[in-house]
């Protein structure tokens, strides 16, 4: 059990384009989800913090009209990476979290931008 | 707040040999202690964790860490490892009771076993 996919799992685009990243718990309602991103032989940094239903919390020094995040539902959270550019070329995670707190980790989606 | 740190960055060792990864954490309250193994371009998979109880916890694939509350540290060892251990780990915290569950995460330790 336990099982939070990510889509996709790689991803080359366009500076200036905008791209849409889906974290899904597959098997458990995620009431909390959490957005990392990792560069390379680096730890995690986490990005914002979402609640089904309302707004995300964002860390600081992150762009929240950058990295729009949407959790809609308790098993669906999207990170929309708006105009990126070559420097938003990262590992991106994404982990979730139900009734016991403890946080469930998708594969990651490898961005690059061109 | 809190924070970890891992003071090796990479450790390499010879297959079978045993191995510990050190982990160090300071925070004003109380916490919950984590080690998380990622494999190339894979996201995190968690290998053990402290929340309570006995200070001696066993996790996946042979591992273990011992919670040292007075030296706080949370390393990670195992007595004998295999090639497939070859992976980055991570050692990461959260506040304790009622303190929410955001985790730091230490900068890593690159675990290399060689034949």
């Known amino acids: 059990g336990a099982v939070v996919s990510q889509h996709p799992s790689r991803v080359i685009c366009k500076s200036g384009t905008s791209v849409k990243i889906e974290c899904r718990s597959l098997?458990?309602?995620?009431?909390?989800m959490f957005w990392y991103r990792q560069f390379p032989k680096q730890s995690l940094m986490l990005m914002a913090t979402s609640n089904e239903g309302s707004k995300a919390t964002y860390e600081q020094g992150v762009e929240k009209d950058k990295f729009l995040i949407n959790h809609a539902s308790l098993t669906l959270s999207t990170l929309t990476v708006t105009s990126a550019h070559p420097e938003d070329s990262s590992f991106y995670i994404c982990s979730a979290s139900g009734t016991n707190n403890e946080q469930f980790f998708g594969p990651g989606t490898r961005l690059t931008v061109l | 707040a809190q924070s970890v740190t891992q003071l090796d960055s990479q450790v390499p060792v010879f297959e079978e040999a045993p191995v510990e990864l050190r982990c160090n954490y300071s925070?004003?309250?109380?916490?919950?202690l984590f080690w998380y193994v990622q494999y190339p371009n894979q996201g995190l998979q968690l290998l053990l964790k402290y929340l309570s109880g006995s200070t001696l916890v066993k996790g996946i694939n042979g591992f273990e860490a011992e919670f040292n509350k007075s030296q706080t540290s949370f390393h990670l060892r195992k007595p004998s490892v295999h090639i497939s251990d070859t992976a980055e780990y991570f050692c990461?915290?959260?506040?304790?009771?009622?303190?929410?569950?955001?985790?730091?995460f230490g900068t890593g330790t690159q675990l290399k076993v060689e034949l």
């Open positions: 925070s004003s309250v109380s916490v919950y």
């Open positions: 990461a915290v959260t506040p304790g009771v009622g303190g929410g569950n955001k985790l730091t």
């Open positions: 098997d458990f309602q995620a009431t909390t």
